[in-house]
DNA sequence: CGCGCTCCCTGGCCGC
DNA sequence: TGCGGCCAGGGAGCGC
């Protein structure tokens, strides 16, 4: 599911109704996600305030007001937003958060390929085993032709998969990689090695583009995904080639084409993506 | 170490 | 309607 787009949009909406906010009540339902959560989960939570809400990566990553963090990630299917006090608990519910100013935030994740981890006060952020070496964000200033390329340099797999390893970058996914792509005019088969230099001073101003857009929509709503506040993204609108396959391209005309590349489809206009 | 593949899990859709 | 097969936005872990 969601991509960088997706993740700061829900940051963005959970920070409005958690940021200033005490913990009252949190409530573990299912307590293996991806992986276990950690020990007295939500012991370790009630009664704390939250001090800020952030992205990194596709990571939701929210500090309390001892030091200790609070990251979570969506996964797949994952979605943490707003829901109304004393519902129904829907089927996938798997934690709820109660403010002190009666909110509750929903994380429900179907596949659970989502998750959720403490870490404790004084332990920095990006020791974390699933946050350390991750790459530079790509909205960031110090992502950039020069950075991408050096980060390209003596790969030997397409570029299609190179953009996908959080190492190079963090926070593209299956998506944004193809609509950047495609935007640049790169083609997902090349050799990653081959695209730094020029290309990778024409990829990047694209792959900011395509994020921001997306973020200025809400996101992308294919299937699950949905904003803090449960409404829908609608960037998917804004699409070029991603789920296109055989439509025409909105360049040239042709039909996209969709390959598989690692296991994962890929959708590219092979006229216009040398 | 780098790379490619498989698998984790559930649900929606398509074809029969 | 029902069932099997296939596919899905991520990424850890394994084998080579």
Do not use: W
Request: some cysteine.
């Amino acid at each position: 599911m969601p991509e960088l787009p997706e993740v700061e949009t829900v940051c963005r909406g959970l920070a409005v109704r958690l940021e200033g906010r005490r913990l009252a009540r949190v409530l573990a339902r299912r307590k293996n996600l991806r992986f276990p959560l950690p020990k007295d989960f939500a012991g370790r939570l009630t009664g704390r305030t939250v001090r800020t809400v952030r992205r990194r990566a596709k990571y939701i990553v929210i500090e309390l007001d001892d030091g200790a963090v609070l990251l979570a990630h969506l996964g797949m299917s994952g979605r943490m937003y707003a829901a109304p006090l004393g519902r129904e608990a829907e089927k996938h519910d798997h934690v709820e958060f109660e403010t002190d100013d009666g909110t509750l935030i929903v994380f429900n994740d179907a596949r659970r390929f989502g998750m959720m981890d403490l870490i404790a006060p004084g332990h920095a952020l990006e020791d974390h085993k699933l946050l350390r070496g991750l790459g530079p964000e790509p909205l960031g200033n110090e992502f950039s032709g020069p950075v991408l390329s050096a980060a390209l340099a003596g790969k030997k797999t397409p570029i299609k998969a190179a953009l996908l390893d959080q190492r190079v970058v963090a926070g593209l996914g299956n998506i944004y990689v193809s609509e950047a792509l495609f935007r640049a005019g790169i083609s997902p088969r090349r050799l990653a090695a081959s695209v730094a230099g020029a290309r990778a001073e024409r990829l990047v101003p694209e792959i900011k583009n395509v994020l921001t857009e997306s973020i200025a929509a809400g996101g992308s709503s294919l299937r699950d995904y949905v904003q803090a506040d449960g409404e829908l993204g609608f960037f998917q609108d804004g699409f070029r080639v991603y789920g296109r396959k055989g439509l025409p391209c909105p360049a040239c005309a042709r039909p996209v084409r969709q390959i598989v590349q690692s296991g994962r489809s890929t959708f590219f206009c092979g006229h216009c993506q040398g």
